[in-house]
């Protein structure tokens, strides 16, 4: 029997988070489609902070014909897959991990062949899903389960372990069981969820004695109804486990099976002064909310900023403004007239980051050097953008070499996203480099929470200068041991192997630069001391801190990897590479195959694991990544969801000479109304004339601005004054507020000022084709930064829409199935399907997965499509 390929390529970037544990969807799997999941488990193990986490899924198509299963779950962007098997009536088919460029080509061959794609893609903040699906026979049993590990970083004193429990039905057997095994002794376990009522409050369980702590829940059916006669399930939300250890000592020192791990944290330190700037981006795409979650998180911040800390604010637009011409002292009266000053923040201008940070940079060096701050003092910088550069100096590499050489490792940069109009990765290498880190901050309404929660984790330093020191004749493959800051709350762990594997003891000598003093711990550890606690309990899994230690160091290779170029980013790719297939991780370089039986009827397929800095929009895996909003083709609206991860499309079927009106912002004055024309003639074999955008018009009235464009011409019209283009030209032209890119026979950028971008592209046919003439596509780029106010058949889309996918099962195609979209309060019918983006591949374009609305996009748009018929181009 021939065997079908199944692979999955998974993609991994750590991330600096709160440490999550579990999230779980099954979905497809009500009994009136014929099939029931009678069985899911959720096991962890924990064993010194490094979980080993076991998914388990057992369903049965009750029906009479073969039926698709599908296992869909959500995974920690921090953890690693380790393994992924199907079992089908007794007959198991495991998964196993390659060289990511290997699995390419067989997924590469796979498509050749047409076969469809699985998914796997961001679904929220700190989570990814993971989606496969088998199609099984009637009465078949399968049973899914996945494995997958990670290392739970401590925050705020605490390890968190989040269990995202949506099973989206009744299941007879579901059970969460939570084992936690630390050598230290546990203290504080608390387990708690969202959706626990005060009925579910008692089927909690548990129980923690010195160093072991269990944790199950284990509802009835019965229990996990909504009502006594309800289908519905009440399992919908945040499970979530905390625990921390106890510490007599500041560090504790494990070795088993020569590999050892070394967890510090000290405790009842004297708090460091700190010195920190605030360097916040106030150019005009931060007005509205933006601007005003900004101010409502500094206002908050500046009610914990302690006496003894020294503080100031930077602000950058087109010009760079300063608080203060120097730091000051956190007074009473200096806190006051900060929060006058933070009241009155406003937004203006463009993005001048390199002017705002070197700012702050040169500020606080000149603190120092003058001896304004104290010397045992901690100092950072938090710096806030939702733009990308483009006044002074705005290129970023250039701008990474400035700030890296006027910081010179002397104290953390760490850098704030806002939204999706970012580069993240620009601001993300830049941080590394200066040994800080960043963070995305959601546009949602908690956005003021995320600025102060991620102020408080670096708001208590206890400690600068760490170094945790080793004798070098005893040990080898060391991870980072030496760290600027060791904030409150938090944990340094350090992991390595022994040289001489039966070597039974290690000494370490911590030192560090404390509010008072410099400090030093020396720690001696033998292996008996770790094999002895070991021995107290049974449910430990095999040589895990040799486990925890490839985790982490793959972890920091791939994290160095970032910032690296040349033979040093080479060595660095090589050597992750070499421990992810060793230690079967799923990581950005490794992939995922599991094989299918052809009896089943399944599809070969990849799915990509999405990239923190990458477009969240899950994509194929050769798809450039997108987060725009585009309309195209004939005409086809692909609207991106960034904050879903995915991407809702649908047509609209009008007749040639409709105009629709598809951008209008009465704030900013920007409208955009697109023409259609149709084919040569009506395709006979079809009966069907497609219709395509032959005019584009784009206006911005507060600049009497004017933009035709036309498959043949570009015409500029400023007040009464025309200028026109043919798409033979190159040109670039720049006037107040605009920036107009003509690229020959590709396309057209108009950059607006701080506001949006829009890409016109050109799509040329046959000069002879019997049917078709040339049309163009249009696209949106941080459409985010026009006003809430905008409508059109896409600007509606410019602001945050929430949907929700249920009930996944084939449609009519066998590679795009349907599913039940929940969006505005209506319930529609959606196919899974694939519309081409020819955003950044004018020529070829790439597939972009999408929910597809039918009907001209019936109840997901405002209205009906005929409302935004209008009767001219302007």
């Not at 519309?835 to 374009?845: A, E, S, T």
Request: charged share 25%; net charge negative.
């Amino acid at each position: 029997m021939e065997n079908h390929l199944l692979l999955f390529v998974l993609l991994l970037i750590p991330a600096f988070t709160s440490s999550d544990f579990l999230i779980t969807h099954v979905r497809n799997i009500k009994v009136v489609n014929g099939i029931e999941i009678y069985s899911m488990k959720i096991d962890s193990k924990v064993t010194s902070r490094f979980a080993h986490n076991v998914i388990t899924s057992r369903a049965v198509n009750r029906g009479n014909v073969h039926k698709e299963v599908f296992f869909d779950v959500e995974l920690p962007k921090t953890a690693f897959i380790t393994n992924f098997s199907m079992t089908i009536d007794g007959v198991t088919y495991p998964g196993t991990i390659k060289e990511k460029e290997v699995a390419k080509k067989q997924y590469e061959q796979a498509v050749s062949k047409g076969h469809t794609a699985g998914l796997v893609k961001a679904s929220g903040r700190k989570t990814e899903k993971f989606t496969v699906s088998v199609n099984i026979a009637a009465a078949s049993k399968v049973t899914f389960e996945l494995t997958y590990e990670e290392l739970l970083k401590r925050q705020f004193g605490k390890y968190e372990m989040l269990i995202k429990v949506k099973p989206k039905q009744l299941v007879k057997d579901f059970e969460i069981e939570v084992n936690i095994f630390e050598p230290q002794g546990i203290t504080d376990l608390e387990a708690e969820g969202t959706f626990i009522t005060n009925d579910l409050q008692n089927i909690i369980k548990k129980t923690f004695s010195e160093k072991k702590g269990h944790i199950s829940f284990k509802p009835t059916l019965a229990q996990q109804r909504t009502c006594a006669n309800c289908s519905q399930s009440v399992l919908d939300g945040d499970f979530t486990v905390k625990y921390d250890v106890k510490r007599t000592t500041p560090d504790n020192l494990q070795i088993v099976n020569g590999y050892f791990v070394h967890f510090f944290a000290p405790t009842n330190l004297p708090k460091l002064p700190k010195n920190v700037i605030f360097v916040i981006d106030i150019s005009g795409s931060m007005a509205g909310r933006e601007i005003q979650q900004t101010r409502e998180a500094l206002l908050k911040i500046l009610d914990d900023i302690k006496e003894v800390d020294f503080f100031n604010f930077i602000l950058f637009g087109s010009a760079v403004h300063t608080w203060k011409e120097t730091l000051i002292k956190a007074t009473p009266e200096n806190l006051d007239e900060a929060r006058k000053f933070v009241r009155g923040i406003y937004t203006e201008g463009m993005t001048n980051l390199h002017g705002g940070l070197m700012r702050g940079i040169n500020m606080l060096n000149a603190a120092h050097e003058g001896n304004l701050v104290p010397k045992r003092s901690a100092s950072i910088i938090i710096m806030l953008t939702d733009g990308r550069p483009n006044v002074g100096i705005s290129n970023a590499e250039d701008i990474q070499v400035h700030v890296k050489k006027a910081i010179e490792g002397r104290y953390p940069l760490y850098n704030l996203g806002f939204g999706y109009g970012v580069d993240y990765n620009f601001l993300e290498k830049m941080a590394l480099e200066n040994k800080g880190l960043t963070r995305r901050i959601y546009p949602d309404s908690d956005a003021a929470l995320q600025l102060q929660g991620f102020y408080d984790e670096v708001s208590n330093p206890m400690l600068m200068d760490v170094e945790l020191n080793y004798p070098e004749n005893e040990i080898s493959d060391l991870t980072r041991n030496s760290f600027k800051h060791f904030y409150d709350g938090s944990e340094i762990v350090v992991a390595g192997r022994l040289i001489d594997s039966n070597q039974n003891s290690l000494t370490v000598d911590v030192r560090g630069e404390g509010a008072n003093n410099a400090l030093s711990y020396i720690t001696k550890q033998d292996a008996e001391q770790t094999a002895k606690a070991f021995k107290e309990q049974e449910y430990i899994f095999g040589e895990y801190i040799e486990r925890l230690w490839a985790y982490l160091t793959i972890e920091q290779l791939l994290e160095k990897r970032i910032a690296a170029t040349g033979e040093e980013k080479e060595n660095l790719t090589a050597e992750a590479l070499r421990l992810s297939l060793k230690y079967k991780f799923v990581t950005p370089l490794t992939s995922m195959v599991v094989t299918k039986p052809e009896d089943y009827d399944n599809q070969d397929g990849i799915a990509d694991k999405p990239l923190e800095a990458a477009n969240p929009v899950s994509h194929v895996y050769s798809a450039a990544p997108t987060w725009y909003t585009s309309v195209d083709g004939d005409p086809h609206f692909i609207i991106s969801v960034p904050q879903k991860n995915d991407a809702i499309c649908f047509n609209i079927n009008e007749n040639p000479g409709a105009i629709l009106n598809l951008i209008n912002d009465p704030v900013t004055g920007i409208m955009v109304n697109g023409e259609l024309i149709g084919d040569k003639k009506v395709n006979n074999a079809a009966k069907i004339q497609n219709t395509y955008f032959g005019r584009l018009g784009i206006a911005i009235k507060h600049l009497d601005f004017k933009l035709t464009v036309t498959p043949e011409k570009i015409t500029i019209q400023n007040g009464n004054e025309k200028t026109g283009f043919t798409w033979l030209d190159s040109v670039t032209l720049q006037q107040e507020g605009i920036t107009l890119i003509i690229r020959r026979k590709k396309n057209l950028v108009l950059k607006i000022g701080s506001s949006a971008s829009f890409v016109i592209v050109l799509h040329e046919v046959w000069k002879k084709h019997p049917l078709h003439q040339d049309f163009l596509g249009l696209y949106t780029l941080e459409s985010d930064k026009l006003s809430e106010q905008t409508h059109g058949l896409l600007g509606q889309f410019f602001h945050p829409i929430d949907f929700t996918i249920l009930e996944i099962h084939p449609g009519s195609d066998p590679k795009k199935p349907d599913a039940t979209m929940i969006v505005k309060n209506n319930e529609l019918t959606v196919t899974r399907g694939w519309q081409k983006d020819y955003g950044r591949d004018p020529k070829h374009g790439v597939d972009v997965p999408c929910w597809f609305v039918h009907n001209n996009g019936a109840g997901l748009i405002d209205g009906v499509h005929t409302d935004y018929i209008v009767s001219s181009l302007f």
